[in-house]
């Protein structure tokens, strides 16, 4: 008769019945182990019970069965964004102030989500009435987007110097409390679509901390010229990159990020909140079908890009010419080339010498991206994160994809 008995089940190990009195008649045939699926003799070389010095009773131990092993992920088992910055800072691979960084960027992503799926009724559509330093018309959201994304980040606590897109020059935090890590970024990518409701998105780049170049942060919190060039030493190239990702608005909310470990993708489920970790270590295909230009500038662009792109619509011994899909939003386009394969190009053209998209803001963190997901970003001649700024909105043509893909394109312009 057992006066005491205790189990205690984990996913992983069980542990024994433990008892404070013998079992009576004890016989090789009882078992000391329970587990809902399995029972487990008490190993030893009789297979009978053990007596404790001191007394008759039974030994603990902790029992793995293989079972477990092979036991299927739970269908309510859902890895977070925030779970899976935590297990990477456990890991060492990033530090506790780069996730709160990453973190923050998460939640303005966030909010602007919920501002571009409201943007109509709350009349964010339609444009600001203002030009930013690029000479293009700001759109509501625009704007909106970049006091988000520039309030997250100076919240946060852990960033030195922001730069956008949209501002004239880098801002420098007064607020840094322990951290100054260097961000940059795009806060609405694609804006132009936005009152047709067609897929838009965020970049965000973001570089360490380097105590050799800190802004003198005065009453203005604005930086001039030297403090400007200080800021492209300190972002230089795409090489120099930490973190890189976009979120897109579309028929899902997905944030994209790269830790320079593999590409891994969340998607936002309005049921919790969160972004949810739906896949890992994405690669794109090394060659594909698919071609994303604006054909609309074709009679801009240069004879050796012109034949490239009639190549590609010839349909050649497989009778299959390339397909061509262009949204007119960076991270739409991208994000399809990820998935899917094929290229991405944005050329230089007679009207814009360098092209329209900018290094630091766009060029340079998806290039971080699509190399650690295997393929290639080039601005015709070299790789995009060889190329060192010379200010902080300089332009550059930009050709990302698959790696067959974008050197077929070199080969065509070299």
């Known amino acids: 008769?057992?006066?005491?008995?205790?189990?205690?089940?984990?996913?992983?190990?069980?542990?024994?019945?433990?008892?404070?009195?013998?079992?009576?008649?004890?016989?090789?045939?009882?078992?000391?182990?329970?587990?809902?699926?399995?029972?487990?003799?008490?190993?030893?070389?009789?297979?009978?019970?053990?007596?404790?010095?001191?007394?008759?009773?039974?030994?603990?131990?902790?029992?793995?069965?293989?079972?477990?092993?092979?036991?299927?992920?739970?269908?309510?088992?859902?890895?977070?964004?925030?779970?899976?910055?935590?297990?990477?800072?456990?890991?060492?691979?990033?530090?506790?102030?780069?996730?709160?960084?990453?973190?923050?960027?998460?939640?303005?992503?966030?909010?602007?989500?919920?501002?571009?799926?409201?943007?109509?009724?709350?009349?964010?559509?339609g444009v600001q009435g203002a030009v930013n330093i690029q000479g293009e018309d700001q759109k509501k959201l625009d704007v909106v987007s970049n006091e988000v994304f520039s309030s997250c980040l100076r919240s946060s606590g852990r960033?030195?110097?922001?730069?956008?897109?949209?501002?004239?020059?880098?801002?420098?935090?007064?607020?840094?409390?322990?951290?100054?890590?260097?961000?940059?970024?795009?806060?609405?990518?694609?804006?132009?679509?936005?009152?047709?409701?067609?897929?838009?998105?965020?970049?965000?780049?973001?570089?360490?901390?380097?105590?050799?170049?800190?802004?003198?942060?005065?009453?203005?919190?604005?930086?001039?010229?030297?403090?400007?060039?200080?800021?492209?030493n300190v972002c230089q190239p795409g090489n120099n990159l930490l973190v890189a990702g976009y979120c897109m608005y579309s028929s899902s909310v997905i944030f994209v990020l790269t830790i320079g470990k593999g590409v891994f993708s969340f998607s936002l489920d309005p049921m919790y909140g969160e972004f949810v970790l739906t896949q890992e270590n994405i690669q794109i295909p090394k060659a594909g079908k698919i071609y994303s230009f604006n054909e609309g500038n074709y009679q801009l662009w240069d004879d050796n890009l012109k034949k490239y792109i009639d190549d590609l619509k010839d349909p050649g011994p497989s009778g299959k010419p390339y397909s061509a899909r262009y949204i007119g939003s960076l991270v739409g386009d991208f994000h399809r080339t990820l998935l899917?394969?094929?290229?991405?190009?944005?050329?230089?053209?007679?009207?814009?010498?360098?092209?329209?998209?900018?290094?630091?803001?766009?060029?340079?963190?998806?290039?971080?991206?699509?190399?650690?997901a295997g393929g290639k970003g080039s601005d015709g001649h070299q790789r995009v994160l060889d190329i060192t700024p010379s200010e902080i909105h300089q332009r550059v043509p930009l050709y990302i994809g698959s790696v067959e893909e974008v050197e077929k394109l070199e080969k065509y312009l070299a």
């Open 1 to 125: 008769m057992v006066a005491q008995a205790a189990a205690i089940t984990t996913s992983s190990s069980h542990l024994l019945f433990s008892t404070s009195r013998s079992l009576s008649h004890p016989s090789p045939s009882q078992l000391c182990v329970f587990d809902s699926r399995t029972l487990v003799p008490y190993p030893n070389s009789t297979n009978t019970f053990k007596k404790k010095r001191g007394g008759d009773g039974l030994k603990c131990m902790a029992v793995s069965t293989a079972s477990d092993a092979k036991t299927k992920k739970s269908t309510f088992e859902i890895q977070t964004l925030t779970g899976w910055l935590l297990k990477q800072e456990q890991a060492g691979v990033i530090d506790a102030e780069l996730t709160i960084v990453i973190s923050s960027i998460s939640m303005a992503c966030k909010q602007i989500a919920s501002l571009v799926q409201r943007a109509s009724i709350s009349n964010l559509t």
């Open 159 to 232: 960033t030195g110097i922001i730069a956008s897109e949209e501002e004239d020059v880098p801002v420098a935090v007064e607020e840094s409390y322990s951290g100054n890590y260097i961000v940059v970024f795009d806060p609405l990518d694609g804006s132009s679509n936005i009152d047709a409701a067609v897929s838009t998105g965020s970049i965000f780049g973001i570089y360490s901390p380097n105590d050799e170049c800190l802004a003198d942060i005065g009453d203005d919190s604005t930086l001039d010229q030297t403090e400007q060039r200080c800021i492209v």
């Open 340 to 372: 899917y394969g094929g290229i991405y190009g944005y050329p230089r053209d007679k009207k814009s010498k360098n092209g329209k998209l900018r290094l630091l803001y766009e060029c340079a963190p998806m290039s971080f991206i699509v190399e650690q």
